[in-house]
């Protein structure tokens, strides 16, 4: 572990150890020495963070045995002590928080403020799983047959794959997990190849928690490994629901696996998102939104800002106001506390943000500003790169497509709010969508049922930046799944419908008679 003294304490804090980085999966089964091993480079300044195992096939199928075994004594647990133990893990993220956040920062790239956001997310969840535990509630119904009840409870579902991208490495685990695990069910992660370490750091917290509780590790499983490993659990009866947060080619690929095995699928893809200034936008307000909206995270939000609506009234002087700020967005290493942008995730990544530059203004598009990848001091990682302002058409291919970078494209439009609407909702995604306006017909034309197509649609507040308690997800290309708060739970349960019948005859539905 060449690293610096602090981020070597952090990981050593945190559980991942120095000669022995070595966790395919939570359950200490490692010893075998000639596996496919994965560098985990830093984004940030490019230094080898760790080296971990690759799992094999083998490995997972340990891993679902140890699932499956733990899933018959959890299921056991009666549901407020399963949230017991949820909030015993966020007591202990709570503790954990500063070096979890730095690690998450470090290994993925995103500045510590927003490392330190992701973990205090996990934290809220674990909170709201807690009230959650005893609130698995289901209907009761009158039943059309004297003496008889009926009502619908909620049973859990076995073992829930959680496949996650490297953008939320973190997060997006926790909220399906503490989720799950309240509702009965025993997980099996996966995290990106990308970020294994984060993963391999929460698996040491949690299995702290779960020894202190005499419970077995195998309630919550970590495995490290790539599309492979995706692809096992995919296509494997054994986990009755994955939920995928990834590209869009990725959970289409998920989804058709599990729906050919009639799996459940909850599927959290990409988007394309906007935000639609009108004519009676609120512009300080809404600059804020943009800016944070498209360059934090360096654009790897599935709810990055990527395209800007603008009204013909308003566009110059909007266009102008950012054209100001962008050229002086301090970028550099996410752990500067003076940094707003960090580096992309890799060169991969830099690839795909010069290329879609290039080909939309071979489509016609003007590049205003940014779009160079930086080098000299403190930039030798070829990954920090200038967020762009692009004047775009909505039509136009690359504008179609998310590119997981920070570029902005410009759109402008004029006339009434429908048509700004007609916009944004013409693209494939359907993730986050925001308006600004001061004119409460316009709002609320961009909530009604002929309005935003997208799962998520905020007013005066940008794409990006959810609360937990919401459900989140969004429609059509960006998957139609829903995760976090709200009545998301129930996807992690499977309902029953109990009919009771506390008479002494046996009526039948419907009044059918059969006399025998
Ligand atoms: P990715 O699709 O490359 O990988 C995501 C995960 O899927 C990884 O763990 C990867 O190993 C796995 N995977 C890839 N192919 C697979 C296959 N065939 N079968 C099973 N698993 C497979 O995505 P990424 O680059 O890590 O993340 C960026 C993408 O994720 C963006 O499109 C972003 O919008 C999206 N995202 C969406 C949400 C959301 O909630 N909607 C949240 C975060 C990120």
Redesign the pocket.
Known sequence: LPLNKEINDVLHQLGVKEHNPAYSTGLAWGGQQDRTTRSILSPADGHLIATVNVATAEDYEQVVLAAQEAFKAWRKVPAPKRGDIVRQIGDKLRQHKEALGKLVSYEMGKILQEGLGEVQEMIDICDFAVGLSRQLHGFTMHSERPQHRMYEQYHPLGIVGV??????PVA?WSWNAMLAAVCGDVIIW?????TPLTGIACQHIIRDVLAENDLPEGVFNLIIG??EI??LM?HDHRVPLIS????T??GK??GEAVGARLGKSLL????NNAIIMTEHADIDMAIVAIVFGAVGTCGQR?TSTRRLIVHENIYEQVKERLLKIYPNLPIGHPLDSTTLVGPLIDKDAVAAFKNALEKVQQEGGRLLTGGDILSGAGYETGTYVTPAIVEAENGYEMVQE?T?APILYLIRYSGEVENAIEIQNGVRQG?SSAIFSTNLLETEAFLAHWGSDCGIANVNIGTSGAEIGGA???EKD?GGGRESGSDAWKVYMRRQTNTINYGRDLPLAQGIQFNI
Not at 244 to 247: E, F, L, N, P, Q
Request: hydrophobic content about 35%; proline content about 3%; glycine content about 16%.
């Open positions: 496949i996650s991208a490297f953008n939320f997006v996966k995290p990106s190849e990308k790539d599309a995706g692809s995919s995928a947060t990834g590209s080619r990725m690929k998920v959290e893809l990409g988007g599935c998310e997981f993730l989140f997800g969004g960006t």
